[in-house]
Nanobody
């Protein structure tokens, strides 16, 4: 059974940093692309960052230069380092992968950027 478990969210001041983690189980982690999405009540769920099994990355324009996605295949974990956070980064952040023709999502972790 595939499971994705996120951690690392919280409340942070504008300009601050957070690092999210997502630990995967039930898949051969190293071969699958992993994504971070986010959702807030005012918007649809949007893709934030993607990392392929080979380590290639892609980012939404709104986070380029501020967020960094990385992975540790030995730990079956993908990370999202978020710097210079802005209030518009507030939302629930979800880890995602598509494996064996199915989409898998974590439970989400809340990130709130507010003074």
């Amino acid at each position: 059974q595939v499971q994705l478990v996120e951690s690392g969210g919280g409340l942070v001041l504008p300009g601050g940093s957070l690092r999210l983690s997502c630990k995967a189980s039930g898949i051969i982690f190293s071969i699958y692309a992993m994504d971070w999405y986010r959702q807030n009540p005012e918007k649809q769920r949007e893709s934030v960052a993607t990392i392929t099994g080979g380590g290639n990355t892609n980012y939404a324009d709104s986070v380029t230069g501020r967020f960094t996605i990385s992975r540790d295949n030995a730990k079956n974990t993908v990370y999202l380092q978020m710097n210079n956070l802005k209030p518009e980064d507030t939302g629930v952040y979800y880890c995602h992968t598509r494996a064996l023709a199915r989409n898998y999502w974590g439970q989400g972790t809340q990130v709130t950027v507010s003074s």
